[in-house]
């Protein structure tokens, strides 16, 4: 297999889809690699290392998409990038389509078999958003006690309060991965932490890990109260198979929250969780609506660019071999949880959610393979 590692061009994105030791372990299984030169930059990564683990340099993204079949990387296809897809291409990456139509379709236009590392899924798990959970929830109560500060439009209050002054009161929404980093951090931090979610078990576990932390189940009257009380709120909700988050807080909502109170949408790589929520960057990340601040950076752990590369690979490397070694068709036969990851193929859209949002036709991965 040729397999290619171009550099993220999506805005303030810095890591990069393996690492040379990552490479150094698909050259020992016998195929051939290509990394753009620069790739690695980001996330301390240079191109001699590179090579050193026995990639091939390419001094481009249309050369390295022109060589490889299999591309390995972080982030969706940026419009930059359309030109240099193709028919042979298997794209690996985060894709995020429920809010992306466009892309959906230049993918089917493309013929590009596209699999998304956000719904690879071994039963309830799904562990190639994990770790990109875990480190986008552990951000979320430092970015928000950070915009709490008045020079930065919050509302100016000390997320951990001070003797005799009460502690910030920080709403989770969702206790999955990412709302249990955001509990596990904002508690450890000294805030007043509650996370609400709408079936008990996962508070459960949360309880028993993080006594300290308030836990309640969903109902429209708790909810309201809780956001008109919190002064850094979390959406950190996941609709398993791809779909697209719904819309908790609305924009009737915000007028009843704190002026200079922090939502911080870990969600909005899928719409986001606040109905006024939009994708900001790194270096843009904050805009205020009726006087709410909203941070919506959709790649959140792009600005640990190191932490989450590692992270990030040594969780989909296993998948890389498998797709390498046994070819993308075979690779989908045999396992389960990458045919979920199949969100376009052949023309087809092959993720119900997906197709669903977007009102395209669906057609399932394994239909589409027994017509090969």
């Known amino acids: 297999m040729v397999i290619g590692i171009p550099k993220e061009v999506k805005t303030d994105e810095f890591r990069v889809g393996a690492t040379p030791s990552n490479i150094a372990v698909l050259v020992s299984d016998g195929h051939e690699l290509f990394v753009e030169s620069g790739a690695g930059e980001g996330s301390g990564f240079s191109d001699d290392a590179y090579a050193n683990a026995g990639a091939k340099i390419a001094a481009s993204a249309k050369e390295l998409y022109e060589k490889a079949h299999l591309i390995v990387k972080?982030?969706?296809?940026?419009?930059?990038?359309?030109?240099?897809?193709?028919?042979?291409?298997?794209?690996?990456?985060?894709?995020?389509?429920?809010?992306?139509?466009?892309?959906?379709?230049?993918?089917?236009?493309?013929?590009?078999?596209?699999?998304?590392?956000?719904?690879?899924?071994?039963?309830?798990?799904?562990?190639?958003?994990?770790?990109?959970?875990?480190?986008?929830?552990?951000?979320?109560?430092?970015?928000?006690?950070?915009?709490?500060?008045?020079?930065?439009?919050?509302?100016?209050?000390?997320?951990?309060?001070?003797?005799?002054?009460?502690?910030?009161?920080?709403?989770?929404i969702g206790a999955g991965n990412a709302g249990f980093s955001a509990a596990k951090i904002a508690s450890g931090?000294?805030?007043?932490?509650?996370v609400i979610?709408?079936?008990?078990?996962?508070?459960?576990?949360?309880?028993?890990?993080?006594?300290?932390?308030?836990?309640?189940?969903?109902?429209?009257?708790?909810?309201?109260?809780?956001?008109?009380?919190?002064?850094?709120?979390?959406?950190?909700?996941?609709?398993?198979?791809?779909?697209?988050?719904?819309?908790?807080?609305?924009?009737?909502?915000?007028?009843?929250?704190?002026?200079?109170?922090?939502?911080?949408?870990?969600?909005?790589?899928?719409?986001?969780?606040?109905?006024?929520?939009?994708?900001?960057?790194?270096?843009?990340?904050?805009?205020?609506?009726?006087?709410?601040?909203?941070?919506?950076?959709?790649?959140m752990p792009g600005a640990y660019p190191k932490t989450s590369t590692l992270a990030l690979s040594n969780a989909t490397i296993s998948y890389v071999r498998k797709l390498a070694k046994e070819g993308v068709i075979n690779a989908v036969k045999n396992d389960a949880s990458l045919a979920l990851g199949v969100n376009v193929y052949n023309g087809n859209v092959t993720n119900l959610s997906v197709a669903s949002t977007h009102n395209l036709e669906f057609k399932s991965i394994e239909s589409c393979l027994e017509e090969r």
């Open 197 to 299: 979610n709408r079936t008990a078990p996962k508070l459960d576990e949360l309880k028993k890990i993080l006594p300290h932390v308030k836990t309640a189940l969903y109902s429209e009257e708790l909810f309201l109260e809780a956001i008109k009380a919190s002064d850094i709120v979390v959406g950190a909700v996941l609709v398993h198979g791809g779909a697209a988050t719904p819309k908790f807080i609305t924009c009737k909502m915000l007028k009843e929250m704190k002026r200079g109170a922090v939502v911080v949408d870990i969600a909005i790589d899928q719409g986001g969780t606040s109905e006024a929520s939009h994708p900001t960057t790194h270096t843009n990340p904050i805009f205020a609506e009726e006087g709410v601040l909203h941070y919506c950076v959709a790649n």
């Open 74 to 172: 972080v982030k969706e296809p940026q419009s930059s990038e359309y030109e240099f897809l193709n028919e042979k291409h298997t794209l690996f990456c985060y894709l995020h389509l429920a809010p992306a139509k466009e892309l959906t379709k230049v993918l089917m236009q493309k013929g590009v078999c596209a699999i998304a590392y956000e719904t690879v899924a071994l039963g309830s798990e799904l562990p190639l958003l994990k770790p990109m959970s875990e480190i986008a929830g552990s951000m979320a109560p430092i970015v928000g006690a950070y915009h709490l500060s008045r020079y930065q439009g919050g509302e100016g209050i000390l997320i951990s309060g001070s003797d005799g002054v009460e502690a910030a009161k920080v709403l989770v």
């Open 189 to 194: 931090m000294g805030a007043d932490v509650t």
